[in-house]
């Protein structure tokens, strides 16, 4: 019996909702909804702002799909994820990127904690503030991992405290990427994403299919990348949908880890800060109208922003040759927090602190 107290303004949580059958917590204020999906890798599937009714995280075509209820036609490493990834934010452990086998573990795409149910609990539950716990065990890893989400009461700002643990005798290494995708009306071609000025752009060493426009393997400072034609492109600016490429780049050598992407248009935003000490890189997943073939068909209109400990999609194996793979030695345990939310706010954005405080430009 679930005797969880019920409010009807104010901070407010619950843990005792399915979505399409999957165990599902909602947490909510006056101001945000967020939703997150306890049965498969605790996802945050929902990130809504109240006041301009707006989800900002991207769906996929084909949305949630209960594992329980669907045999994959195969065992491919990647298509076993994409044939659930329902878009929104992952927690991306033990290997983010292309399937890979590392110490005889074979490592799909993306795998594997993500694709799995995550027990949770919830630790505070008042008008002020509710938190709640989520946590899992790796399938294939000695892995352990806890994900902690607060919200506070009149703010916008979703406070995340991870924690990975090697339950093994032996060192390993592993890619932790948080994978955050966002959609319309946050990615439009109004749009302007702000980062560090002290940043360096890697594009992927290869095309990531025939609509890729970027040059391969260009490096250059911030903001601006080199397309396949010679011409440079200015990274802060979003394509729109008619410019039908799929590319995927990397921002590196930062020397503070945030980022923030407003459309200007109705002046919403989304923010995230993260500590770049853990996560020295942030994937950018640059999905404008292309993506033909499977699982796209050319439907998504999308970005990712992904902050992540290593380089590059190529996944785990890559990442340990290029020494970029996070390293945890026996027993030890790693913490990070990212802060994350909406804001609204017409300027020039120069910096974002810890806590998403965002300073514009006089």
């Known amino acids: 019996m679930n005797y969880q107290e019920e409010r ?27 939703i997150v999906l306890a049965d498969k890798g605790a ?16 769906k996929t075509p084909w949305g949630v799909r209960d594992p329980k209820k669907t045999v994959p036609p195969t065992g491919d490493p990647a298509s076993v994820w994409l044939d659930f990834y329902e878009g929104g934010w992952q927690t991306v452990l033990p290997n983010g990127g292309y399937p890979g086998n590392v110490n005889g573990a ?6 594997d904690v993500n694709n799995i149910p995550w027990e949770c609990s919830i630790l505070v539950d008042s008008p002020e503030k509710v938190s709640v716990i989520f946590s899992a065990k790796s399938i294939r890893y000695p892995l352990n991992i806890e ?3 607060t919200l506070n009461n009149h703010s916008k700002i979703l406070e995340i405290e991870q924690t990975i643990h090697n339950d093994g005798e032996e060192t390993i290494d592993v890619v932790w990427l948080e994978h955050i995708a966002l959609g319309e009306p946050i990615i439009s071609e109004n749009s302007t994403l702000y980062l560090p000025e ?16 970027l040059n391969p393997d260009f490096k250059g400072p911030w903001p601006y990348a080199e397309l396949k034609n010679g011409n ?26 945030w980022y923030a992407i407003r459309n200007n248009k109705n002046n919403l935003g989304w923010v995230v800060s993260y500590p770049e000490e853990i996560f020295k890189y942030l994937w950018y997943w640059r999905n404008f109208g292309g993506g033909y073939g499977y699982p796209f ?4 209109y999308n970005a990712g922003l992904e902050p992540c400990t290593s380089y590059n999609n190529n996944g785990l194996e890559e990442s340990i040759k290029n020494g970029t793979s996070l390293k945890l030695e026996p027993k030890e345990t790693i913490k990070a927090k990212i802060n994350a939310g909406i804001f609204s706010g017409s300027g ?4 974002v602190d810890e806590n998403c405080n965002i300073i514009f430009e006089d």
């Not at 360096?200 to 426009?213: G, M, R």
Request: proline share 3%; hydrophobic share 30%.
């Open 8 to 34: 009807s303004s104010d901070c407010r949580i619950s843990d005792a909702w399915t979505y399409k059958g999957l165990k599902t917590v909602i947490l909510e204020n006056n101001l945000i909804q967020v």
């Open 43 to 58: 996802d945050i599937y929902s990130f809504i702002d109240k006041e301009t009714d707006t989800d900002v995280l991207w």
């Open 106 to 111: 074979d490592l799909g795409l993306h795998s």
């Open 147 to 149: 994900r902690k989400l």
């Open 198 to 213: 002290k940043s360096t752009i890697l594009t992927h060493p290869d095309d990531v299919e025939a609509s890729s426009k």
């Open 232 to 257: 440079k492109i200015d990274f802060r600016k979003i394509p729109p949908k008619k410019d039908r490429s799929l590319d995927m780049a990397y921002i590196s050598e930062m020397d503070k880890g």
């Open 297 to 300: 068909y050319g439907r998504s």
């Open 348 to 351: 020039k954005i120069i910096d």
